[in-house]
């Protein structure tokens, strides 16, 4: 479904992604992994079609990326980011209908009416005790929610996930990947998926990518990837990697102290020049 060949980015002069190339079939969930600064976001932008690549091709079921008008593209693929949702004053239901805009036409009509999508999402979301309400008056676990909801009603064959559930608590942050799983599975979603949280990429995900420096430095498996010298070559820190007890999955679990002596790492000019969010 999705083809990444030679990818390169540069800002102000600095590479920031060089030579990236992999591929991602049809129902798969891929997960990008790295450590700040690696140039995690900057391919999802170049993937979303929001930033054009310096060199290299992307194609989306055989077509290039570029090709393809922005209605046409939102109508493939959908963005969920963190604090995707601004607390603003549209009720929860008149979010979920603005994921129904890439089928409207000029007037804001589409040909069928979308009202059961909508209720469907509420249902199975468990929106209804605050679909009437503004976003200023929900939390930020169930704003991300509405913001989940939102590109659901987009109907994407794509998911791209930019870090959503990192200002959510454990339970919510379950609640978001299961809720994701579950309709990926239903509808046989293809999801590309940027986590900081490594133990939870294992979980949810088919395979990951890490990138460091800009460049891939490893695509395999969960285990693959989560191999313990590389983590620590990487992250700069000395993890004990052990299975699941009931998925299998790798978990890392950290040792205090483990990190090198001479200063920490610091933020890369990548992370300072495309810090913020974007959608589709």
């Keep these: 479904m999705i083809e990444v060949k030679g990818l390169s980015k540069s800002f102000e002069g600095r590479r920031v992604l060089d030579g990236i190339s992999f591929s991602v079939a049809r129902g798969e969930t891929l997960g ?3 450590p700040n600064g690696s140039g995690k976001s900057t391919l999802l932008k170049l993937v979303s079609g929001v930033e054009t690549p310096d060199a290299g091709d992307i ?15 939102a109508r493939w693929l959908a963005v969920l980011q963190q604090d995707a949702l601004p607390p603003v004053g549209f009720t929860v239901r008149e979010v979920l209908e603005m994921g129904r805009f890439p089928f409207q036409n000029w007037l804001g009509e589409e040909p069928a009416d979308s009202a059961a999508l909508i209720d469907g999402i509420v249902e199975k979301l468990r929106l209804a005790p605050f679909a009437s309400r503004t ?3 929900l939390s930020g676990g169930e704003r991300q929610r509405v913001a ?4 659901m009603a987009q109907q994407p064959r794509l998911l791209l996930l930019d870090e959503p559930t990192t200002y ?3 339970g919510y942050q379950m609640q978001m990947m299961d809720t994701v799983r579950k309709w990926q599975q239903d509808e046989r979603l293809t999801v ?4 900081h949280d490594l133990n939870l990429a294992a979980q949810y995900c088919d395979r990951l990518l890490l990138v460091h420096r800009g460049r891939i430095a490893k695509l395999g498996t969960p285990w693959e990837v989560l191999e313990r010298g590389l983590i620590a070559e990487v992250y700069e820190t000395e993890p004990i990697v ?16 483990s990190y090198p002596s001479g200063g920490g790492r610091e933020d890369s000019d990548e992370d300072r020049q495309t810090a913020g969010t974007f959608t589709v």
Aim: proline share 8%; net charge positive; aromatic share 2%.
């Design 148 to 151: 989940l909801g939102k590109v």
């Design 168 to 170: 959510l608590d454990i």
């Design 135 to 137: 976003l200023e008056h």
């Design 242 to 257: 052990t299975a699941h007890p009931v998925t299998g999955a790798p978990q890392l679990l950290l040792q205090p102290g």
């Design 192 to 195: 590309v998926a940027v986590l």
């Design 32 to 34: 990008i992994i790295g």
């Design 59 to 73: 194609r989306l079921d055989g077509k290039p990326i570029a090709s393809y008008a922005r209605k046409e593209l």
